[in-house]
């Protein structure tokens, strides 16, 4: 059984930092990619950063470049996504996903989500 645990998140102020985890379990997602989505309230679930676990090529959104950082412990099977510069439109439940193929964007393209952990930024 395919597990995707998140970890990390919480409530923060503008311009802080936090490191969410998420620790894959049941199968390993070597050949295919790892990312994050979140979803504000009131608003459709949206791209953050992807990262093919092979290669480690990584894609962000433009919202978050330069600011966030995706990166993966492959000892640990488990992908991190590192936020600085926190903004209060970063305010969202965030989602681990697994299991597409490429980098893509697209998120009815992976097989595998977490349950995601919230992140609060305030003003």
């Known amino acids: 059984q395919v597990q995707l645990v998140e970890s990390g998140g919480g409530l923060v102020q503008a311009g802080g930092s936090l490191r969410l985890s998420c620790a894959a379990s049941?199968?390993?997602?070597?050949?295919?990619?790892m990312g994050w989505f979140r979803q504000a309230p009131g608003k459709e679930r949206e791209f953050v950063a992807v990262m093919a676990w092979v290669n480690g090529n990584s894609k962000y959104a433009d919202s978050v470049k330069g600011r966030f950082t995706i990166s993966r412990d492959n000892a640990k099977n488990t992908v991190y996504l590192q936020m600085n510069s926190l903004k209060p439109e970063d305010t969202a439940v965030y989602y681990c996903?697994?299991?597409?193929?490429?980098?893509?964007?697209?998120?009815?393209?992976?097989?595998?989500w977490g349950q995601g952990t919230q992140v609060t930024v305030s003003s």
């Open positions: 996903a697994a299991g597409a193929r490429g980098t893509t964007l697209m998120d009815d393209q992976y097989e595998y």
């Open positions: 049941g199968r390993s997602f070597r050949y295919s990619s």
